[in-house]
């Protein structure tokens, strides 16, 4: 992702800045300069880039002058970073709260945005979103336009297990949206999504069949879908959009490509609308959540700690039981290799490691190093080797496969380890490895106070 460069390029620019000896005007100005380069070459628009140098400029000299000499150096660091910071996140934000689906209501949503851009396969990646936080979800598809948009939504919504309505006889689109937004509504579904058809332009057709649909099916909110590929040009798009359907959303596709993804998060603030979700990827959980600060503080590898606790509460809310029973155990300091086992599988199923490490804070970015499939890979062998652990052993707390000195302490291995190493197909040392990587994240797990202590450990651990 073409952004994950923007993110280095910022985060080494702030990072040099702990270099500096002093901070002054010139220090100010360098920093600037590379920031505001790092903007620009990912697509950001020159005025808004150019608006967001002189206002970290004017706050930062301004901050200095009353504080006089009396502000020590690192403060006049924090200074800097807190603007550049405040800042990049005023560059993504519009100051706008978008809608939020309320439980029992009927929220209807409804996706406009140009063919192509990826409308359909985000009305499902909504759907998704919105079933596992404990919605009744379901897909209404009013796009008669483009031939196989039905059987495009019948699909994924049946992969998904969403409910979906549609037609292959009715041509009316506004007719389908109102019957399938009517039905729905009959069997209380919460999060109705209304897919409608787009265009390869912006048409006036287009609009007047949106606005005509709007009236009919009265969305408590409209998403536009944007293509990030489209670089700037989603400015323009966006405005045409905004003058007829007058959406309260936005939500950017493709960014796992090679778009640079700035043209359009920071074009879409010429409309004033919150970006709600970015998508990353074909699958149907490649849907992030957008939040200006939090978005930024990722960028610049600070962590996100919010969408960390989201997915944990995912995780919880499909086996409550099961986590609370783990959480338990962490904080009593009982948790078994077959625990841990099941939260490595846990952490595969949340996505890719390199999504889920740099939501973890202070994680220093070479931790991140490695492809996503070399973080699986190494998860799958730590399941390959519990894997050829035995009932007895996977519920014990490792011990077994040591054998201790007078003083507890661990002095050899037992002929576990090899049975287990050959069993795997791996190494005694990879065995060893893991079991020493089990005790380390148990204790930590201890320390942390149990909850999400084992996450951070695992995440030490990769
Ligand atoms: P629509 O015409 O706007 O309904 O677009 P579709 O939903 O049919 O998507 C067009 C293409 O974009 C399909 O091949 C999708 O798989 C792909 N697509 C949609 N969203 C994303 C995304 O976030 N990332 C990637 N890589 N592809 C996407």
Redo the contacts with the bound molecule.
């Keep these: 992702m073409v952004l994950a460069d923007l993110g280095r390029r910022l985060n080494a620019a702030l990072s040099s800045l702990n270099r500096a000896p002093v901070v002054d005007e010139v220090v100010l100005d360098a920093l600037l300069k590379e920031v505001c380069a790092a903007l620009l070459e990912s697509d950001v628009n020159v005025k808004l880039v150019s608006q967001l140098r002189q206002k970290v400029k004017t706050k930062v000299k301004a901050t200095f002058e009353t504080s006089g000499d009396k502000l020590k150096e690192a403060n006049r660091k924090n200074v800097v970073q807190k603007a550049i910071f405040d800042e990049l996140v005023h560059l993504v934000d519009p100051g706008v709260e978008p809608y939020k689906p309320k439980k029992g209501h009927p929220n209807v949503i409804m996706a406009v945005?140009?063919?192509?851009?990826?409308?359909?396969?985000?009305?499902?990646?909504l759907a998704v979103h919105y079933q596992k936080r404990g919605f009744k979800s379901c897909i209404v598809c009013a796009?008669t336009f483009?031939a196989g948009?039905f059987d495009?939504t019948r699909q994924s919504a049946t992969k998904a297990k969403v409910a979906y309505f549609g037609s292959y006889t009715e041509t009316d689109p506004v007719a389908i949206a109102a019957q399938g937004v009517a039905k729905f509504k009959k069997e209380k579904f919460e999060v109705i999504i209304v897919?409608t058809s787009?265009r390869h332009k912006q048409e006036s057709e287009l609009f007047e069949e949106m606005v005509q649909i709007g009236h009919a099916v009265q969305p408590d909110m409209t998403v536009l879908?944007l293509?990030?590929s489209i670089g700037q040009a989603a400015e323009a798009q966006s405005r045409a959009f905004k003058d007829s359907a007058n959406f309260g959303a936005i939500i950017v596709?493709?960014?796992?490509?090679h778009a640079k993804g700035g043209g359009a998060i920071s074009a879409v603030a010429a409309t004033q609308t919150p970006i709600i979700f970015?998508?990353?990827?074909?699958h149907l959980t490649?849907?992030d959540r957008f939040a200006p600060q939090p978005f930024i503080s990722k960028l610049l590898g600070f962590g996100d700690v919010q969408g960390l606790m989201e997915h944990m509460q995912d995780l919880a809310t499909q086996n409550p039981d099961r986590q609370k029973e783990i959480t338990k155990k962490l904080e009593e300091g009982k948790l078994s290799i077959r625990d841990w086992r099941e939260q490595i599988q846990n952490v595969m199923n949340l996505g890719p490691i390199s999504k889920i490490a740099s939501m973890i804070p202070g994680l220093p970015q070479e931790m991140l190093a490695g492809s996503d499939e070399e973080g699986a890979v190494r998860m799958k062998r730590m399941i390959y080797i519990t894997d050829s652990m035995t009932s007895a052993e996977l519920d014990s707390d490792g011990s077994c496969f040591m054998e201790f000195a007078k003083d507890g302490k661990p002095t050899a291995l037992t002929w576990r380890v090899t049975r287990v190493a050959r069993g795997s197909g791996t190494s005694v040392r990879e065995v060893e490895e893991l079991l020493c990587q089990y005790r380390m994240m148990a204790n930590m797990a201890k320390q942390a106070g149990g909850k999400n202590g084992w996450m951070q450990a695992m995440q030490k651990m990769q």
């Excluded at 945005?113 to 990646?125: D, E, I, M, P, V």
């Excluded at 596709?253 to 490509?257: E, S, V, Y």
């Excluded at 970015?278 to 074909?282: A, I, V």
Aim: proline share 0%; net charge negative.
């Design positions: 945005g140009l063919q192509g851009n990826g409308k359909t396969t985000t009305c499902t990646k796009d483009r948009a495009q897919d787009g879908v293509d990030a596709t493709k960014m796992d490509g970015l998508g990353t990827g074909e490649d849907l």
